[in-house]
Antibody, heavy 120, light 107 residues
């Protein structure tokens, strides 16, 4: 069974940094692309970026809305996906999900999410 | 970025009724469209991909259709467990973008 479990969310001050983790199990981690998606309270989801699989060199692609501030990485020995977020702003307040994109770039598997609140 | 506009933003319907939700893309997305259902406090769940392909385990009362820039999600014989927010997502061109959502309630 595919499982994705996010952690690391919490309250952070504007301008601060935070690193989220997503522990993956139930599938061969290195075979799959992994994405981060966020959802501000009461709003639509926003795709943040993707890190590709081993066959595609673990390359990354980002939504221009967060490129340069957010970095996606993965630890393929421990099956963990990361999202490093810097220079956080109030607008970054959201539930952050990790998700597995299918080859067609829809998302069949999502974690339960972790809440990030940016506030002073 | 491709903009996805959903309508209506909210919808109230009775048990057993047929409901249709629309999604309009700002350009042709060639049927690269997915629909998700999100219940309160839960993550979105994939219902339909490639505009009309039902994801495994999704009841057959859900169906998708459309082409070009216009797509729709139809729910036949509305059940109480269908009360949710529904989102469309285009997977034609990066960055992948979602519609604003349609909140479905029982009348």
């Amino acid at each position: 069974e595919v499982k994705l479990l996010e952690s690391g969310g919490g309250l952070v001050q504007p301008g601060g940094s935070l690193r989220l983790s997503c522990a993956a199990s139930g599938f061969t981690f290195t075979d799959f692309y992994m994405s981060w998606i966020r959802q501000p309270p009461g709003k639509a989801p926003e795709w943040l970026g993707v890190i590709r699989n081993k066959a595609n060199g673990y390359t990354t692609e980002y939504n221009p809305s967060v490129k340069g501030r957010f970095t996606i990485s993965r630890d393929n020995t421990q099956n963990i996906l990361y999202l490093q977020m810097n220079t956080l702003r109030a607008k970054d307040t959201a539930i952050y999900y990790c998700a597995i994109p299918a080859p067609g770039d829809w998302f069949a598997y999502w974690g339960q999410g972790t809440l990030v609140t940016v506030s002073s | 970025d491709i903009q996805m506009t959903q309508s209506p933003a909210s919808l109230s319907a009775s048990l057993g009724e047929t409901v249709t939700i629309e999604c309009l893309a700002s350009e042709d997305i060639y049927s690269n469209l997915a629909w998700y259902q999100q219940k309160p406090g839960k993550s979105p769940q994939l219902l339909i991909y490639y505009a009309n392909s039902l994801n495994d385990g999704v009841p057959s009362r859900f169906s998708g259709s459309g082409s070009g820039t216009q797509y729709s999600l139809k729910i036949n014989s509305l059940q109480s467990e269908d009360v949710s927010i529904y989102f469309c997502q285009q997977n034609y061109d990066s960055p992948w973008t979602f519609g604003g959502g349609t909140k479905l309630e029982l009348k």
